[in-house]
């Protein structure tokens, strides 16, 4: 259960950079080619970590990560975006 908690805490918050980056949607501007790199490197750690149950992980299936990682991207990209650009949209005064 902890390592299914640190999963879903990382891709979320991993996935949440670029939504909140952007004023409007996430893909009306590519991130830099550094931050790209963080949050790819950051990604494969977290799955070798979790998979391989390293540094005190329990180790879960990789099919199970590759749920979760899905999970959290469509939340993220589709679901918290559209929220993102509502709350801009009521708030921001443009």
């Known amino acids: 259960m902890n390592t299914t908690s640190f999963e879903i805490?990382?891709?979320f918050a991993l996935?949440?950079?670029f939504i909140i980056r952007e004023k409007r949607?996430?893909?009306?501007s590519m991130p830099g080619k550094i931050l790209?790199?963080?949050i790819s490197a950051d990604l494969v750690l977290g799955i070798l970590l979790t998979?391989?149950?390293?540094?005190g992980f329990t180790p879960v299936p990789f099919t199970q990560t590759l749920s979760i990682l899905?999970?959290?991207?469509?939340f993220s990209f589709v679901v918290n975006?559209?929220?993102?650009?509502?709350i801009y949209s009521r708030w921001s005064g443009d």
Do not use: P
């Not at 975006?81 to 509502?86: A, N, T, Y």
């Open 51 to 55: 998979t391989f149950g390293l540094i």
């Open 36 to 38: 790209l790199l963080a």
């Open 15 to 17: 996935f949440s950079i």
């Open 25 to 28: 949607h996430f893909w009306k």
């Open 70 to 74: 899905g999970v959290s991207a469509f």
């Open 81 to 86: 975006d559209w929220v993102k650009l509502f």
């Open 9 to 11: 805490l990382l891709f």
